[in-house]
């Protein structure tokens, strides 16, 4: 998961910048990411039932829009395998 974290960390602004004219949800997308960051960061105990739940619900349970680029998908990808691991 920290692998995914790590390449998030690095698409997440560049997609945000991109598409986020067109897509403004993913601004919602990245702020919430953030906070995950944060709280990975600061915390002993993770918990991100709160931030994962709010992900589910901006992002259609992660349904890659039709006018994307392979970067947006790849994100939602990553976001919903940390999804499937942190709920397994």
Not at 4 to 12: E, P
Not at 36 to 61: G, H, P, W, Y
Request: proline share 3%.
């Amino acid at each position: 998961m920290e692998r995914k974290f790590k390449t998030l960390r690095q698409y997440v602004p560049i997609v945000a910048r991109v598409h986020g004219e067109h897509h403004p949800e993913f601004y919602d997308v990245k702020k919430v990411f953030e906070e995950m960051v944060e709280k990975l960061a600061n915390s002993d105990q993770l918990n991100l039932d709160t931030e994962i739940l709010k992900l589910r619900e901006i992002t259609n349970n992660y349904e890659v829009p039709g006018d994307v680029c392979e970067s947006y998908e790849a994100v939602y990808v990553m976001l919903k395998e940390i999804d499937d691991t942190y709920f397994g």
